[in-house]
């Protein structure tokens, strides 16, 4: 179902959480690290990964998840959490904040991981056909809700700006831009793994849903503003400026991403939108969240 209005204003969302992290912590809104942070959390991550879980129980979209076997979502999960861990990142961190800032690194990771996502998606018949219930379908006409929402975001997105920056008001922003984040994944669509698959299913014109386009050009592209802008205002790693993480294009970065976009590809949930699938498909989410940590430890021994 092509969802253009919808879409966009979730893009808007995704743009104000990612952005208003880097603004206030000079930090990377990466959703592969926030869920991989249940191993071993931490004062920087655990507000963010707080709001992206209240957020999930938000109910302004209703989420629907096609029938999956246990094993197969575990696949899928363990794929994710390895890939990323050797990729250290996923469409959030590399897709929606790295390409925007120009990073070479990140550009590699995001066709590799989004090749192989359309490739599994085409070979294992992933995704699913509108008449089957799964697609997404926002419940409010004119997207009402949506509206609402990137309204008040855009107002408290403002307020923490003018907060004088401190360790309350960076927790504060932390917490904002993960519910924020949780927001944009729901209104967009981007939670229900029609979605994804349906975007990815661009060997298959009968289900190809190019909804998410609207996500690249706003999400990224008000990043890539808002990084241009930084930048005119001076060096970007001075004491309150935007530190990104940096890197070479490797194997490791290369493979990593292939296996991310396995896991993707099989299910259509990625690190974000696993969070809100473990409040919201039972069992299916808990066990892919499950799945998801314990790939992640194993690529830490590798």
């Known amino acids: 179902m092509f969802t253009p209005v919808t879409t966009t204003l979730g ?3 995704l743009h104000l959480s990612t952005s208003t992290l880097l603004t206030t912590n000079s930090q990377v809104l990466g959703c592969s690290s926030l869920l991989g942070s249940i191993i071993s959390p931490s004062s920087t991550t655990t507000p963010t990964l707080l709001g992206l879980a209240v957020a999930s129980m938000v109910p ?6 096609p029938a999956t076997s246990l094993p197969v ?13 050797w990729a250290n990142g996923c469409t959030s961190g590399h897709m929606l904040l790295g390409i925007p800032r120009g990073s070479i690194r990140s550009l590699a990771a995001t066709a590799t991981f989004f090749s192989t996502a359309v490739l599994t998606a085409a070979l294992s018949g992933s995704p699913p056909a509108c008449t089957d219930g799964a697609c997404y379908t926002p419940s409010y006409p004119l997207a009402t809700a949506g ?3 990137v309204i008040i975001s855009a107002i408290g ?3 923490i700006l003018q907060l004088p920056r401190t360790e309350t008001s960076q927790i504060i922003a932390r917490v904002y831009s993960g519910f ?12 229900a793994p029609a979605k994804p698959l349906g975007f ?5 014109l009968q289900r190809f849903d190019p909804s998410l386009v609207f996500v690249a050009v706003v999400g990224m592209g008000g990043n890539a503003v808002a990084w241009w802008k930084r930048r005119q205002e001076g060096p970007l790693l001075k004491e309150g400026g935007w530190e990104m993480p940096g890197g070479e294009v490797n194997w490791r970065l290369i493979v990593g991403s292939a296996i991310f976009g396995v896991g993707w590809g099989l299910q259509g949930v990625c690190p974000g939108t696993g969070v809100i699938a473990a409040f919201r498909n039972g069992r299916g989410g808990l066990a892919w969240m499950a799945a998801f940590l314990t790939g992640r430890l194993l690529a830490g021994l590798i």
Do not use: E, H, Q, R
């Open 11 to 13: 893009a808007v969302l």
């Open 60 to 65: 302004i979209y209703p989420t629907t998840y």
């Open 73 to 85: 979502l575990a696949t899928a999960g363990a794929l994710v959490g390895f890939g990323t861990a």
């Open 147 to 149: 509206v609402v929402a």
């Open 157 to 159: 997105a403002w307020v």
């Open 180 to 191: 924020v984040f949780g927001l944009g994944l729901i209104v967009s669509g981007m939670a």
């Open 200 to 204: 990815m299913s661009v060997m298959d």
